[in-house]
């Protein structure tokens, strides 16, 4: 999967592209496709399908994140953590731990084309979170570090994947004055 390579997914984020891809989709017209452009406005519920090849009995964990914040080309970017859920049984994800809601993309307006990773883990045992449930805000979110992460809860590599890009639109907006108010309580 060279598109991982292509977008400096590899090796910014992950030392080597996930073996499946992730079945990533919001309706039958939006749906994440290794880099296809979708807007904030788009993507701003959690996708309503999310599938990838599951065995019986497993635990699996979704990881989505932004590795360009505030910008891509800033040397000093910074990961973002926009969702992440533990304990999921097959591909259900309502039936998780969610230990970060959901936030969509929010790019700042002309920070350029920021890259948004979904990612799958494979448990190998159930996981209890070190730290606390990080809630709907911009708190906690940032800075992280998905290889420290999977290092912290013993996940190895991804099993699938996908990630799509997005710029600023005029959601973003709405978005940005939701999350400050929630960063302020």
């Known amino acids: 999967m060279e598109c991982y390579s292509e977008h400096e997914i590899v090796p910014h984020v992950l030392d080597a592209p996930p073996p499946a891809i992730l079945k990533v989709e919001w309706n039958d017209d939006v749906k994440c496709m290794l880099g296809n452009e979708l807007t904030p406005t788009q993507v701003q519920k959690q996708p309503s399908v999310l599938e990838w090849e599951t065995e019986e009995d497993a635990l699996y964990t979704i990881l989505f994140t932004d590795p360009d914040s505030p910008t891509r080309t800033d040397p000093n970017r910074v990961e973002v953590v926009h969702w992440l859920v ?3 049984p097959g591909c259900d994800v309502s039936k998780g731990l969610v ?10 307006e002309g920070s ?11 448990q190998s045992q159930p996981i209890t979170p070190n730290d ?5 805000s911009p708190e906690r979110r940032k800075p992280w570090n998905t ?6 809860y013993g996940l190895g590599a ?4 996908n ?6 639109d005029n959601y973003v907006t709405q978005f940005r004055a939701e999350m400050m108010a929630a960063g302020s309580k």
Do not use: T
Not at 99 to 108: K, L, N, T
Not at 132 to 136: A, E, K, T, V
Not at 158 to 161: F, K, M, R
């Open 158 to 161: 991804p099993i699938a994947g």
């Open 86 to 88: 533990f304990n999921i």
């Open 99 to 108: 230990h970060a809601a959901y936030i969509e993309s929010g790019p700042r």
């Open 147 to 152: 290889r420290k992460f999977v290092e912290e």
């Open 163 to 168: 990630f799509y890009i997005a710029q600023f």
């Open 112 to 122: 350029g084309f920021h890259r948004y990773v979904y990612l799958v883990y494979k």
């Open 132 to 136: 606390s449930y990080r809630p709907r």
